[in-house]
């Protein structure tokens, strides 16, 4: 077991020469083996160890004789011990989190203040490696989640991961060493209990070398992940110009939305599958996407950024109108279509009640865009005399739910075409009009 411990220690660097590991020491089998095998790796790398234990006073006397055995332990092995209380009952309490979710944050709260500057082991093992994958999993996760715990995140690393919890024992037993037994462990009372009371030992069931051959499956996992990754950290060198990507969209897909999700992890917000999706679409297709309050994805097609906008200062987006599917806003498509006008009554008359918009394709000048609304826009609508203020006919006509995605047409004039509102005068078609611009609005 050592020896499997020292190839995945080197394999992944985890430790180096005169370097200081701290230990979390909670008494139980796994992190008792974490201790003695770091002690035994310290004589052959040349590292100093030390224990860290955390008593989260849910248990009573239990948790105190825990914490007086860790302390018995290092003092026999001549490891320096430090030992922190925490109330994870009240902390719980004040956040509205489980029991088990504030002992994790407190507990990796505590080894991160002491072991600043230092390295910190955990005594995570195999078998917790298949229970994450498999709780990841039931949860919903990408390739990431279904590869396990990484063996190293910043300063933390997990020296036991390709050990069995069986040879975790017999390798205590072989050493004749005791340790404490947590009474919350042999209950199904927790979620993570529950895989491994009952859903691990189905699988062994299956396969009995379940817990082996996961350790080799989570090593191809990661390799490929790693493999990925550093696709993405290259596709950010290449995209990144400060706070926008730029050319994001020539990626294949799975490289775009990871890039995507760092992007969204860097503002502390969080994503799901579906807004992956949903950001995906508009970086290839432009558009905006509120992400949280007044914080927005946007991107032209080109460019891509998170953004806040405040509500009084909209921002502005608008892209070249073409023949075919426009899109600016996620979820809403313009469709625009030339339509040969030999007959304009027999059109109308056909088309008696119009679900989308017709103009003198001709009639409109210049470079033409679809874009959103902007502060002072006016229009003259079909058939009136007068402009009006597009501010104005919105507050009139269209519920505040969906004025800031209504979708206009304009050209190097002005306003063609406001959504739900209107065409304008100068592009009505009339009885010489040879083309028509048929504009349908489809919301998905």
């Known amino acids: 077991m050592i020896n499997k411990i020292i190839d995945f220690v080197k394999k992944y660097n985890m430790i180096n020469n005169g370097e200081y590991v701290v230990c979390g020491l909670s008494g139980g089998a796994d992190s008792v083996c974490l201790l003695l095998s770091m002690q035994e790796l310290s004589r052959i790398i040349g590292f100093s160890v030390e224990a860290l234990h955390v008593n989260h006073s849910i248990r009573g006397d239990e948790s105190d004789r825990d914490e007086n055995f860790c302390c018995e332990l290092c003092n026999k092995l001549n490891i320096k011990f430090n030992a922190v209380r925490c109330d994870v009952p009240k902390y719980a309490r004040e956040n509205s989190l489980s029991d088990e979710e504030a002992a994790r944050i407190l507990r990796y709260n505590i080894f991160a203040e002491y072991s600043k500057g230092k390295k910190l082991a955990t005594a995570h093992n195999a078998n917790d490696n298949l229970e994450t994958a498999v709780l990841n999993l039931a949860r919903g996760t990408a390739l990431k989640g279904i590869s396990g715990i990484p063996p190293v995140r910043d300063n933390i690393i997990r020296p036991l991961l390709t050990v069995t919890r069986q040879e975790i024992e017999d390798f205590l037993k072989e050493k004749n060493q005791g340790y404490v037994t947590d009474s919350t462990n042999l209950s199904d009372d927790y979620t993570r209990n529950k895989i491994r009371h009952l859903i691990v030992p189905m699988l062994a069931d299956i396969n009995k070398s379940v817990i082996e051959t996961s350790v080799k499956t989570f090593d191809s996992l990661r390799s490929e992940n790693e493999f990925i990754e550093n696709q993405v950290n290259n596709a950010l060198d290449n995209c990144r110009q400060g706070d926008k990507l730029i050319g994001l969209a ?18 502390s917000l969080p994503y799901s599958h579906e807004r992956l999706n949903a950001t995906d679409s508009i970086v290839l297709n432009g558009g905006k996407l509120n992400l949280s309050g007044d914080i927005f994805f946007i991107s032209d097609g080109k460019t891509c950024e998170i953004k806040k ?62 874009r959103n609304r902007r502060f002072g826009d006016r229009i003259q609508l079909k058939g009136r005399n007068f402009t009006s ?56």
Request: hydrophobic share 40%; glycine share 4%.
């Open 389 to 444: 203020s597009v501010k104005k006919l919105i507050n009139e006509k269209i519920p505040p739910s969906e004025r800031d995605s209504l979708c206009f047409i304009a050209d190097e004039q002005g306003l063609i075409f406001a959504e739900n509102i209107g065409i304008a005068q100068r592009v009505a078609p009339d009885g010489n009009t040879k083309r028509l611009l048929k504009i349908t609005v489809r919301s998905e």
């Open 250 to 267: 020539e990626y294949d897909e799975i490289i775009r939305k990871r890039c995507i999700a760092r992007m969204i992890s860097e503002k």
């Open 309 to 370: 906008i405040s509500k009084n200062t909209p921002e502005l987006i608008e892209k070249d109108l073409i023949i075919g599917e426009n899109s600016i806003f996620f979820n809403k498509k313009i469709i625009c279509e030339i339509v040969e006008c030999d007959n304009l009554k027999k059109i109308l008359s056909v088309h008696k009640k119009l679900t989308f918009y017709l103009t003198d394709y001709d009639k409109i000048i210049g470079r033409t865009v679809v």
